[in-house]
Nanobody, 124 residues
Framework: QVQLVESGGGLVQAGDSLRVYCAAS????????MAWFRQAPGKEREFVAA????????DYADSAKGRFTVSRDIAKSTMYLHMNNLKPKDTAVYYC?????????????????WGKGALVTVSS
């Protein structure tokens, strides 16, 4: 079992930066990749960014490229999402997810564990 806990969400203004965190615990040695998803009010959950756990290979949704950076600290079992130049359309609950052993459809949300989410609100 892997447990995921997000933190770092909050209320910011358009143009601000914010970093959200995902702390993993339990059988972290089984993690193959971790990802961020988000769900805006009234919309479906969507893929934002991902990183492989062992070697840090990253992947981004088009909406995140150039503004968001995903990274991880293996020693701290923590994944980060640093968000720059935030826009009101980035307002959403940001979820952390983990895939163990492999990631056949990470972008599609085929993961093994989910966190409970962290709310990010961007005001105009």
């Amino acid at each position: 079992q892997v447990q995921l806990v997000e933190s770092g969400g909050g209320l910011v203004q358009a143009g601000d930066s914010l970093r959200v965190y995902c702390a993993a615990s339990g059988r972290t040695s089984s993690i193959y990749a971790m990802a961020w998803f988000r769900q805006a009010p009234g919309k479906e959950r969507e893929f934002v960014a991902a990183t492989t756990w062992s070697n840090g290979v990253t992947d981004y949704a088009d909406s995140a490229k150039g503004r968001f950076t995903v990274s991880r600290d293996i020693a701290k079992s923590t994944m980060y999402l640093h968000m720059n130049n935030l826009k009101p359309k980035d307002t959403a609950v940001y979820y952390c997810a983990a895939a163990v052993n492999n990631a056949t459809n990470l972008r599609g949300g085929l993961v093994d564990y989910w966190g409970k989410g962290a709310l990010v609100t961007v005001s105009s």
